[in-house]
């Protein structure tokens, strides 16, 4: 069984940076992607950052919304998965979750479908 748990989450202005992490417990395979998703309230949830579980695979992917402000990253002595957003704009505003599926295909895809472990999601506000 996997678990996944947030925190760092806060209330910042715009401009701003924040540093979201993840405790994973339970066995990921090395195949597995891990993911940062957001959902901001009315709106769909939509995935912000991937990579892979296996540290040896430096590859990332991000949408273009935080392009070039967010980095997703992982410390496996730690079991902590990480997402550093900089330059927070109100648009950023979201309920943030930590993901993991256990096919790396869920790396590329962005599909929440294809994510089957979620944690419980951590608040942040950005203010202008």
């Known amino acids: 069984q996997v678990q996944l748990v947030e925190s760092g989450g806060g209330s910042v202005q715009a401009g701003g940076s924040l540093r979201l992490s993840c405790v994973v417990s339970g066995d990921i395979n090395s195949g597995a992607c891990m993911a940062w998703f957001r959902q901001a309230p009315g709106k769909e949830r939509e995935g912000v950052a991937t990579m892979y579980a296996n540290k040896d695979l430096r590859r990332t992917w991000y949408p273009s919304s935080v392009e070039g402000r967010a980095t997703i990253s992982q410390d496996a002595a730690k079991n902590t998965l990480y997402l550093q957003i900089n330059n927070l704009k109100p648009e950023d505003t979201a309920m943030y979750y930590c993901?993991?599926?256990?096919?790396?295909?869920?790396?590329?895809?962005?599909?929440?479908?294809?994510?089957?472990?979620w944690g419980q999601g951590t608040q942040v506000t950005v203010s202008s």
């Open positions: 993901a993991a599926a256990f096919k790396s295909v869920a790396c590329y895809s962005f599909r929440e479908a294809d994510f089957g472990y």
